[in-house]
């Protein structure tokens, strides 16, 4: 079983940066794929990022390719979502998630999840 807890989210003007970073548990955490979602309001669960269980690969949603980031560090049990050229329609809350298989964008396939954080975009 894996814990994540998702850090980093917060207010920033458009146009700016924000880092997320998911802490993981357990000994595992290099078995396992992972992911970015975020859900705005009133809107379904949608995939951001996801990367492979060696970080060698990495799948983007398409508005977001260019602006984000997908890495991790197998060593600290750690992924990280680097936000660059924030919109508001990136307002969100961002959650990070764990899963076994791979590639797999449907949120469906992720087995353990954060709380999120909240991420707002002003205009």
């Known amino acids: 079983q894996v814990q994540v807890v998702e850090s980093g989210g917060g207010l920033v003007q458009a146009g700016g940066s924000l880092r997320l970073s998911c802490a993981a548990s357990?000994?595992?955490?290099?078995?396992?794929?992972m992911g970015w979602f975020r859900q705005a309001p009133g809107k379904e669960r949608e995939f951001v990022a996801t990367?492979?269980?060696?970080?060698?690969?990495?799948n983007y949603r398409g508005s977001v390719k260019g602006r984000f980031t997908i890495s991790r560090d197998n060593a600290k049990n750690t992924v990280y979502l680097q936000m660059n050229s924030l919109k508001p329609e990136d307002t969100a809350v961002y959650y990070c998630?764990?899963?076994?298989?791979?590639?797999?964008?449907?949120?469906?396939?992720?087995?353990?999840w954060g709380q999120g954080t909240q991420v707002t975009v002003s205009s």
């Open positions: 357990g000994r595992t955490f290099s078995s396992y794929a």
């Open positions: 990367i492979s269980r060696s970080g060698g690969s990495t």
């Open positions: 998630a764990a899963g076994r298989t791979w590639p797999n964008n449907n949120p469906r396939a992720y087995d353990y």
